[in-house]
T-cell receptor, first 112, second 111 residues
């Protein structure tokens, strides 16, 4: 069972570079989420998508864009990376019944 | 002030001890409460899910919710070294999808 798959697992960027983090789920979930996790800050919601074709800002959306490509895939883009975006990024998905969120393994991003 | 407060630890206990992990919250509208376990360099995984007040037991784990005090707890009986991880509490309001997370408590169980 794959669940939620994130790519890449690790990435190092220079300030100003752009990149896209990919996320795919195979659980037929309607909702998908992007979080960042920083020491002492816990998990903070960047963007979420309640259903295919919709996206909404979370707690910390500045500097990020998202695309809900289809029901399975939800990507996060950094247009011009900054050192403050060094973090671990998690994608999650949830179904309708209990709205339990299932997480991917994370992407460790360093911006130099 | 954060909506959800959680002591970051670390909490160090010997194998076999009973562990108590706690979160407090300020928003009385929260109705769904969860505990996630996160091993080092892994994603969070759901451990316990409860609705409103009361207790829920699953093996060595018991989740307790006291809405009158805005306080939730996770008890781990007969703790094992494999329980060493960070434990995150999370909660949400009815009709809302977004979860609000605590910062996590790091637990270390020594053999």
């Amino acid at each position: 069972n794959a669940g939620v798959t994130q790519t890449p697992k690790f990435q190092v960027l220079k300030t100003g570079q752009s990149m896209t983090l990919q996320c795919a789920q195979d659980m037929n979930h309607n909702s998908m989420y992007w979080y960042r996790q920083d020491p002492g800050m816990g998990l903070r919601l960047i963007y979420y998508s309640a259903s295919e074709g919709t996206t909404d800002k979370g707690e910390v959306p500045n500097g990020y864009n998202v695309s809900r490509l289809n029901k399975r895939e939800f990507s996060l883009r950094l247009e011009s990376a900054a050192p403050s975006q060094t973090s671990v990024y998690f994608c999650a998905s949830s179904g309708i019944a209990k709205n339990i969120q299932y997480f991917g393994a994370g992407t460790r991003l360093s911006v130099l | 002030q954060k909506e959800v407060e959680q002591d970051p630890g670390p909490l160090s206990v010997p194998e076999g001890a009973i562990v108590s992990l706690n979160c407090t919250y300020s928003n009385s509208a929260f109705q769904y409460f969860m505990w996630y376990r996160q091993y080092s360099r892994k994603g969070p995984e759901l451990l316990m899910y409860t609705y409103s007040s009361g207790n829920k037991e699953d093996g060595r784990f018991t989740a307790q919710v006291d809405k009158s005090s805005k306080y939730i707890s996770l008890f781990i009986r007969d703790s094992q070294p494999s329980d060493s991880a960070t434990y995150l509490c999370a909660m949400r309001k009815t009709g809302f999808q977004k979860l609000v997370f605590g910062t996590g408590t790091r637990l270390l169980v020594s053999p």
